[in-house]
């Protein structure tokens, strides 16, 4: 898949460099910064989600979360809604249904595994996306060995886990690539994040009657809304925002195969938050999949001209 063309008004890549045509490092390095740190926002989220399930269930979560960070980013951006095509509303309600998809399959899934097991199947969805929309070699080794890295977090098998939790995990996974897919074309398409706040409320629309119908009246506890909106915070308004703005800035395929730090990202909040314990495979699983992420973004970099 070809690059997303810069935000508008952003100096091209030429422009940015200095006068031995390097390019300065927070130019380098800025998507990257994003993508990470969107990661850690959203598997801290998704840790303190697990802990609010016995309260509202995990449709009943994923409803907080998206109904709030809807309500959020209504109020901080407030998009106009006049003035675009019927490809881009057919563009937000395509983002909006991957998003509220990916969600609820994936609650559905940690109710029934281990959050690093959950996030481990599911990023499968963006390596088999990397693969498919590269055409280079190099991309594909990368993913290769983020591949290996998650096969092994999974301790080489996944037959002890929940059928139901794997297969729920597996379909987040091809949300997600979906997700990634139409997150980028909303980023062209809208801007700053109103198309995100839109798809956002599109995602909220479709969750609300699972939840409703869920848990009833029990999502009306303050205590759980108060809960909520940390998870909505910490895992869509804050980590959307900040992929949405990397994906105008990476391709596709490289941000798919910088998904793969999620396995390592979930591994390490299920053990601070859940106490969901690391063993030396664990770590030798993570180092792998840092590796590629790290070897995939270096190709992106020499690919652009933007490598010192």
């Given amino acids: 898949m070809a690059a997303s063309p810069p ?6 890549p030429a422009a940015a460099k200095g006068p031995a045509g390097r390019a300065p490092r927070g130019t380098r390095l800025g998507p990257v910064a994003l993508v990470v740190a969107g990661g850690l926002s959203v598997q ?21 979360r998206l109904v709030l960070a809807a309500a ?17 509303w057919g563009t937000v309600l395509a983002f909006g249904t991957a998003m509220s998809g990916m969600n609820i399959l994936f609650y559905l899934a940690i109710d029934r595994i281990p959050l690093g097991a959950a996030v481990t199947l599911e990023v499968l969805g963006p390596l088999a996306l990397s693969v498919i929309a590269s055409r280079r070699l ?24 929940d059928p139901a939790g794997a297969c729920f995990a597996l379909a987040a996974g091809a949300m997600w690539a979906t997700y990634i897919v139409f997150s980028a074309r909303t980023g062209r398409r809208f801007p700053q994040a109103d198309g995100l706040a ?15 119908i869920e848990v009833g009246d029990r999502l ?8 909520g909106l940390a998870v909505a915070l910490m895992s869509s308004v804050l980590p959307y925002t900040l992929e949405l703005l990397a994906l105008r800035r990476l391709p596709a395929p490289t941000f798919a195969i910088l998904m793969s730090l999620e396995p390592a990202i979930a591994a390490t909040a299920g053990f601070l938050v859940l106490h969901q314990a690391l063993g030396l495979t664990d770590a030798l699983a993570i180092a792998l999949v840092i590796a590629a992420s790290m070897g995939a973004v270096r190709t992106q970099m020499k690919r652009s001209g933007l490598t010192a």
Avoid: E, K, Q
């Fill in 7 to 12: 935000v508008t008004g952003a100096p091209s």
């Fill in 44 to 64: 801290f989220g998704s840790a303190v989600a697990v802990l609010l399930m016995p309260r509202a269930g995990a449709l009943g979560v994923v409803t907080l």
């Fill in 220 to 227: 009306l506890v303050p205590s759980t809304i108060g809960l």
């Fill in 198 to 212: 839109l798809a956002m409320a599109v995602g909220a629309v479709i969750s609300l009657p699972f939840g409703i």
């Fill in 138 to 161: 190099a991309n594909l080794l990368w993913a290769g060995l983020a591949l290996a890295g998650v096969v092994l977090l999974s301790g080489g098998g996944f037959d002890r886990l």
């Fill in 72 to 88: 959020v980013l209504l109020i901080v951006c407030r998009p106009r809604v006049r003035g675009y095509s019927r490809a881009d």
